[in-house]
Structure formats: C-alpha cells, structure tokens
C-alpha cells in the first residue's frame, strides 16, 4: 500500500540556520514525488516536485529535495532559514493514477 | 495566475444541516478532489473526479458526496452534518489523465459543525 511518513511533527531552528525536513514513502512503482508548504490559513503551495532524471531537484523559495531510492526518501532542504519559512510542511508521493498520498506534515517554527 | 477558489473560508452549521461546499477552478483541468485536514492526520481524500459528472471515492467517503455538472466546478455535499464533520475542507484540481499533474489547492474552508 502506497503511504508517507513524515517522522518530525514539529521542529524549532533558529533563522539563517539550516534545515532539513524527513520524507520517506511506500510505493510499489516510480513514485513522483513533491512536497507542499501550507501557511497558517491557506491553501498547499507546492515547493518542488520530482519525476525522473535528476535526483537532487531545485524549488522556490531556495528549497531543493534529492531523491534516494535505496533509503525510499525525499528529504527537503534548506540552506539558511528565514523567518518567513515558519509554516506546515507535507510530502506526498502519486504515480500512475490520479490520486496523491500524503504525509501528516511537519510544522517548523522558526526563532529570531 | 492559476485560481482554485471556494465558496467559502469560515462556515458553521447545525448538526443535521445539509452543507454544500463549492469549488471553482479557472485552469480547464480534468481532475478536481476534496479533501479533509485535520491535525496529527494530515490530508485524506474524500472523493476526485477525472471528467464531468464522474466521481471516484477516495479513503474516506462515507458521509460525503459530490457533484461535478460542469468541468470547472466541483461541490462537496454533506448530507446530515456531523461533529465530527468539523474540520478543514480543501479542494484541488489538476490536468492530465496520469499522475504526473501536480495538484493546485484553494485556501480551504473551515467547516464547524455545532
């Protein structure tokens, strides 16, 4: 069965620090994969999102993903953190059909 | 700009009401869903529908159901709201008949149900 685990419910970094943000999935295909940022009261933006090629994937807001499909993971990074970054973070994994699984997010707070 | 709009962010209803929640999307895709978010479960799918007036139940339907007449809007229906109903409603869309579309969301609406 196709499912997502994000192990941190929350994190606390200081800004400018780095971060990285834990993704591993289930899927019994070539998973495409994407993770999604929800500021308090909206909607899901989506950071980045992988398909085939390139393991390591460039988003906005300075964030990049690198596929490893030996650990099934999707880790997201972020060099230096900014305040405005503070925000709820999901991983979700889709494939041949519509549908699109996704993780119980991670929530990041950010410390001046 | 892509737009995934919803009628409304804030509702409240009365237990046994039937509530209707609409979607709207300006981007001529294919595929819309609803989904519910609650804290600690994350996003779970209610129902998506690939085409006018075709529907497929997702992880969670029971107490849902839906409506697409037009490819552009997509309504979540609750027949007899529950409590348990309270919670974050947030409907996407996407293009394309595979996986490979990525999903736009609107803001969501925050059902309570009293």
């Known amino acids: 069965a196709q499912s997502v685990t994000q192990p941190d419910i929350h994190i606390t970094v200081s800004e400018g620090a780095s971060l990285e943000l834990r993704c591993n999935y289930s899927?019994?295909?070539?998973?495409?994969l994407f993770w999604y940022v929800q500021s308090p009261g909206q909607g899901l933006q989506l950071l980045l999102k992988?398909?085939?090629?390139?393991?390591l994937v460039q988003g906005i807001k300075g964030f990049e993903a690198e596929f490893k499909r030996s650990q099934s993971s999707f880790n997201l990074r972020k060099p230096s953190v900014h305040w405005s970054d503070a925000a709820e973070y999901f991983c979700?994994?889709?494939?041949?059909?519509?549908?699109?699984?996704f993780g119980t997010g991670t929530s990041l707070t950010v410390i001046p | 700009d892509v737009k995934v709009t919803q009628s409304s962010r804030y509702l409240v209803k009365r237990t046994g009401e039937k509530v209707f929640l609409e979607c709207v999307q300006d981007?001529?895709?294919?595929?819309m869903f609803w989904y519910r978010q609650d804290p600690g479960l994350g996003l779970r799918l209610i129902y998506f529908?690939?085409?006018?007036?075709?529907?497929e139940k997702g992880d969670i339907p029971e107490g849902y159901s839906v409506s697409r007449e037009k490819k552009e809007r997509f309504s979540l229906i609750l027949e007899s709201a529950s409590t348990n109903q309270t919670s974050m409603y947030l409907c996407?869309?996407?293009?394309?008949?595979?996986?490979?579309?990525?999903?736009?969301f609107g803001p969501g609406t925050r059902l309570t149900v009293t």
């Open positions: 979700a994994v889709g494939g041949g059909g519509l549908e699109f699984y």
């Open positions: 996407a869309s996407s293009r394309g008949t595979g996986g490979l579309g990525e999903q736009y």
């Open positions: 899927y019994g295909a070539t998973p495409y």
């Open positions: 992988y398909f085939s090629g390139d393991t």
């Open positions: 981007m001529d895709h294919e595929n």
């Open positions: 529908s690939y085409d006018v007036k075709m529907k």
